[in-house]
């Protein structure tokens, strides 16, 4: 029997590989979803043409907007490639969210972009509960997205994310780094994993080392190995926002690609260089597994991963104690990992045998790898 269309028959868009019901019925699966992230300003409804957010309503008098947007990077092939789907929407708001935050703004509304060559709805329900998930750690609303459905661009399993979040601050309370001087201190969050940076240097890793991610990690016999790979990025805001808010805090920095070398200088004044101690917190032993099978030198690894620290924040001497107790009890681990000297707005980070250092004249991009 011939699988050929008749000559004359009509096209749809199914025959092309698109399903207008599929999309229709992952939008009425994702609704509770959205839902679940309503907060003030935004009831996360969906189906509209865009998404509605009330700043007034959210307790905002003289705000100003912040957006950003992201992605998860390569870390996509190995969540695609071992089925751990659950976590990625989570590293996708934390790149977007955490970006926000070291303005010193409020996450209040994320959209999401969710692009595959066919359609698979368990997949992509598993993608969003993560990303409702990111939404709700964050505190913002996930107030609308697409879904687009493109045969032809992706290979098969193949899905990409991209967010886009806005959040808003107080026109007096934004975090500028502009009083950052000679004599603060540099804390620093621990992060939970590799968070999203760095996945085209590990996944080159696993394939030429013949890793076995489905079996128990070398440096944790209680952990298989693709569970630590793919551990989601840790979402900072519910902890420093309180601290932002009552100007205990001078300066944040992201640590996504280029790690504490390049991404401290960006939040620098001129005339401020960040000091950092390699040896003033122990390297997670995922960061060191990944060093020593790659043989990388430790200046390549403070450019290529977070090496244990997800955020660095600047406080006065006087206030690191006090901020420091303040983040414990809000549930981060927390080291003292440098201090800012008066020189060349920049970064030094010493380790036992050597320091690296990267002046502030960077390319403000991203990359995920």
Not at 46 to 54: I, M, N, Q, S, V
Not at 200 to 205: A, I, N, P, Q
């Amino acid at each position: 029997m011939s699988t050929e269309a008749e000559p004359n028959a009509p096209y749809t868009y199914a025959d092309a590989g698109v399903s207008i019901a599929a999309g229709n019925a992952l939008v009425r699966a994702i609704g509770p979803l959205a839902r679940s992230t309503r907060r003030p300003g935004a009831d996360a409804d969906l189906g509209g043409f865009g998404g509605f957010f009330d700043l007034k309503a959210a307790g905002f008098t003289d705000p100003l907007l912040v957006a950003a947007n992201d992605g998860v990077g390569t870390k996509l092939k190995l969540a695609i490639e071992s089925g751990r789907h659950e976590g990625v929407g989570i590293d996708l708001v934390a790149m977007c969210a955490n970006d926000l935050i070291v303005q010193g703004a409020e996450p209040l509304f994320f959209l999401d972009y969710y692009a595959t060559g066919k359609l698979d709805n368990g997949i992509a329900e598993r993608v969003v509960a993560s990303i409702a998930e990111g939404c709700r750690q964050a505190g913002c609303a996930l107030i609308g997205g697409e879904t687009a459905e493109m045969p032809g661009m992706y290979a098969d399993g193949d899905y990409d994310l991209a967010g886009f979040c806005v959040g808003a601050v107080e026109r007096d309370r934004v975090l500028t780094g502009r009083t950052i001087a000679a004599g603060d201190v540099v804390l620093g969050l621990a992060s939970t994993g590799v968070h999203s940076n760095g996945y085209s240097l590990v996944r080159r890793l696993a394939a030429d080392k013949g890793w076995r991610l489905d079996r128990p990690a070398l440096f944790d016999s209680d952990r298989l190995l693709i569970d630590a790979l793919m551990a989601p990025t840790r979402i900072y805001v519910a902890s420093l926002l309180p601290l932002v808010r009552e100007g205990r805090i001078k300066g944040l920095a992201h640590i996504t690609g280029g790690g504490l070398l390049e991404n401290i200088p960006r939040v620098l004044p001129e005339g401020a260089h960040a000091v950092i101690d390699a040896g003033a917190w122990e390297q997670p032993r995922l960061m060191a597994f990944l060093q020593a099978q790659g043989g990388i030198e430790p200046e390549e690894m403070a450019r290529t991963f977070n090496c244990g620290i997800g955020m660095a924040v600047v406080v006065a001497a006087e206030a690191a104690d006090d901020v420091a107790a303040a983040l414990r009890a809000a549930g981060e681990t927390v080291h003292r990992i440098g201090r800012i000297e008066a020189g060349p707005r920049g970064c030094t980070v010493r380790g036992p045998a050597e320091s690296w250092s990267a002046r502030a004249d960077w390319t403000a991009t991203h990359n995920h790898g």
